[in-house]
Nanobody, 119 residues
Framework: VQLQASGGGLVQAGGSLSLHCEASGRIVNINDMGWYRQAPGKQRELVAKITSGGTTNYADFVKGRFIISRDNAKNTVYLQMNSLKPEDSAVYYC??????????????WGQGTQVTVSS
C-alpha cells in the first residue's frame, strides 16, 4: 500500500490551501484517515482525523479553520485549510489504517507535503 499526498505550497497568512492523499495497492477497506503535521524541532502532532463512518476529530488549534473529508470510492482524504496562520507552517503527513485482508490491518504514512504560510 502506498499513500501519495499532494497540495502543499506557499500561501500568505489568511489564505487557503487544499491537501489530498490517495492510497493505492492491496486495500480491502480503510478505517481512520488522518492528517498530522511536523514543524522543525517539534514533534509530529495530529491535525484532524475522520473515521470510515465520517466522524471527524480536530485538534483545537485548527477547529473552525480546517475541514477534513474523505471519498471512500477513491481511497482519498482531503484537508481544506482556511484562514492559515504562519504557525500552521509544517510538513503535513497523511495516515491511513488500511485493512488488506482478514485480520490484516496496518498503519501507513504518506511522504509528507510542505505547507508554508508567510506573514
Amino acid at each position: 500500500v502506498q499513500l501519495q499526498a499532494s497540495g502543499g505550497g506557499l500561501v500568505q497568512a489568511g489564505g487557503s490551501l487544499s491537501l489530498h492523499c490517495e492510497a493505492s495497492g492491496r486495500i480491502v477497506n480503510i478505517n481512520d484517515m488522518g492528517w498530522y503535521r511536523q514543524a522543525p524541532g517539534k514533534q509530529r502532532e495530529l491535525v484532524a482525523k475522520i473515521t470510515s463512518g465520517g466522524t471527524t476529530n480536530y485538534a483545537d488549534f485548527v477547529k473552525g479553520r480546517f475541514i477534513i473529508s474523505r471519498d471512500n470510492a477513491k481511497n482519498t482524504v482531503y484537508l481544506q485549510m482556511n484562514s492559515l496562520k504562519p504557525e500552521d507552517s509544517a510538513v503535513y503527513y497523511c495516515n491511513f489504517y488500511v485493512i488488506s485482508g482478514i485480520g490484516q490491518g496496518s498503519d501507513f504514512w504518506g511522504q509528507g507535503t510542505q505547507v508554508t504560510v508567510s506573514s
